[in-house]
């Protein structure tokens, strides 16, 4: 069956995934690899846009992401996998595009501005727990604070954040896209900003050298939002995430700490589970959530037995997952697969990148 168009997607390689990965990205994806032709990258460079300090542990999160694609369903025969550093081409991009984006559009990007402070709260307040200076759940706290409540130290934080590479992120985010001719780029209602940025600057670079550059058009999906088990949004810097290979001791914990209606106290209390982090588990995992929602509302059912029907529910999934995993866990396969594709990835670029060159009179 021909494919309908060019796709392309990434994610930071940040290790082992959540549920919040899954149900927000990998699960659409996973879909759309039948019927697109799909380029999905380990943005390795992205992740030292605000993570450079560190990458003691970077090839072992890629690893370990990549193995849960694969455990998820991504299929290296019916899509690409590279990784983003293995193609010498997105960078060329990257340094060409830059030469014709105005700083202006960079700095007043509402996301760089946005996930400046955040990481800089997020730093800031690691690096006090680090040294002592504070304990975790202060740190959980101050993470969980408004924007403007914190004031991270400017000098510290221009120091750390205000690189380069971070404000000129959208920039190889654009050339991540346009290097493969992706037409598609597959985003969240609240992500549509993010790729506007990029098909301004593709838009500018066709009306300096011509039509070169496909612009990028998004497939708006409706993901399913997950909670973490605190309410907040599912994130690994908020440590509130259930990993999709939990073990059955690991899980336990976790269901058994998460956010239930504070209103719902006995049993017989009426209970509402909207807001409640059990009953959205539950919908995702139970087939008698339906039926846990008019229970809950008629307090029929305490929290403490439904947290216990939900670890139920969620074993069979968790469990049948790990052994998957433990299948594709072999020495050599996820570098192999990596290879591989990143192989096709710099072909597909280098016909790009060819164009480019020529439309730039770079040969
Ligand atoms: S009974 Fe279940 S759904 Fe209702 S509030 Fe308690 S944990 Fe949530």
Not at 13 to 20: F, K, Q, S, V
Not at 123 to 137: D, H, N, P, Q
Not at 251 to 261: F, I, W
Request: glycine share 8%; with cysteine.
């Amino acid at each position: 069956m021909a494919k309908k168009g060019i796709v392309m997607s990434g994610m930071r390689p940040t290790g082992r995934l959540h549920l919040g990965n899954y149900y927000g990205a990998l699960e659409k994806w996973i879909e759309l690899q039948d019927e697109y032709e799909c380029f999905f990258g380990v943005a390795d460079w992205h992740m030292l846009t605000t993570g450079y300090e560190n990458t003691a542990r970077l090839n072992e999160d890629v690893r370990d992401m990549v193995l849960d694609w694969l455990t998820a369903g991504l299929d290296p025969e019916k899509c690409v996998f590279f990784r983003q550093s293995f193609v010498p081409q997105n960078a060329e991009l990257t340094l060409l595009l830059g030469m014709i984006t105005p700083i202006s559009w960079l700095e007043n990007n509402p996301t760089y501005k946005e996930q400046l402070q955040e990481l800089g709260k997020t730093k800031l307040s690691k690096a006090l727990e680090g040294a002592g200076v504070i304990s975790k759940e202060i740190r959980q706290k101050v993470a969980q604070a408004p924007l403007e409540a914190i004031k991270p130290d400017p000098k510290k934080n221009r120091l750390e954040l205000r690189t380069s590479g971070f404000l000129s992120y959208p920039v190889m985010q654009t050339a991540d896209i346009a290097v493969y001719g992706a037409g598609l780029v597959p985003v969240g209602q609240d992500q549509l900003p993010h790729l506007e940025i990029s098909r301004e600057i593709v838009r500018r670079f066709n009306g300096v050298y011509g039509d070169v550059l496909v612009e990028p058009k998004p497939i708006v999906t409706q993901n399913r939002k997950v909670p973490g088990i605190d309410s907040r949004k599912m994130s690994k810097s908020y440590g509130n995430g259930i990993d999709l290979f939990e073990t059955v001791d690991s899980l336990s914990p976790k269901v058994m700490d998460m956010y239930t209606d504070p209103m719902k106290i006995r049993k017989d209390d009426p209970g509402h589970p909207e807001g409640c982090v059990v009953f959205a588990m539950h919908k995702l995992y139970s087939d008698f959530a339906d039926r846990r929602e008019v229970e809950c509302k008629a307090g029929q059912i305490g929290c403490f037995q439904c947290k216990k029907d939900l670890l139920g529910s969620m074993d069979g999934p968790f469990a049948e997952f790990r052994e998957k995993r433990a299948k594709y866990d072999k020495p050599g396969l996820v570098e192999e697969i990596l290879e591989a594709g990143s192989a096709k990835a710099r072909d597909s670029a280098e016909a790009t990148m060819e164009r480019v060159r020529k439309a730039m009179n770079l040969r």
